[in-house]
């Protein structure tokens, strides 16, 4: 086999870990901050609109700022986030810390909310936030939309709140 299906072989097996090629899941992700990402953005005419997710294709990722810290949960209509087609995931990622990602479906808003489906990998990480890598992206100007999720206190564990702002 050469080195380039080597490596192909490694990007399609979720739960393999190699450090030279940073697919390491909890650290070896990169930030993203963009506001224009947060499902209250809903403007379609700022430059480069409609933004779409294609190059976050097999690297992971850690949504960070503003613009929100988890990927939304729930159907959001088109022309938000800073894209045409939003995309929502229903992964629910294990409850406890690992580097092991769950693997599950991520939809893309298209004339229904499940009109695309696209494959994502999601991982909780050591200091309870989450990293994302998308393994498929079948049409353009789709965007994973984001939101911040609150949490709340009542004697219990962290929780995230069904809503998210």
Not at 24 to 30: F, L, V
Not at 143 to 148: A, F
Request: charged share 20%; with cysteine.
């Amino acid at each position: 086999m050469s080195v380039a299906a080597d490596i192909a072989e490694l990007l399609r097996e979720p739960r393999v870990c190699s450090h030279w090629l940073r697919l390491c899941s909890c650290d070896g992700y990169s930030n993203i901050t963009e506001p224009w990402r947060n499902r209250a953005f809903e403007s379609t005419s700022f430059a480069g609109f409609p933004k779409d997710d294609l190059g976050l294709l097999n690297e992971w990722w850690r949504f960070i700022g503003i613009g929100g810290d988890r990927v939304i949960q729930s159907c959001l209509t088109s022309n938000r986030g800073g894209t045409k087609k939003t995309i929502h995931t229903l992964v629910v990622p294990s409850s406890s810390e690992s580097v092991n990602p769950t693997s599950g479906y991520a939809y893309g808003y298209h004339v229904s909310c499940y009109g695309v489906y696209l494959y994502i990998d999601v991982a909780l990480c050591p200091g309870g936030f989450y990293v994302y890598r998308p393994t498929s992206h079948t049409q353009d100007s789709m965007g994973y939309v984001t939101c911040e999720y609150l949490w709340r206190s009542r004697g219990l564990p962290q929780q995230p709140r069904k809503l998210c702002v």
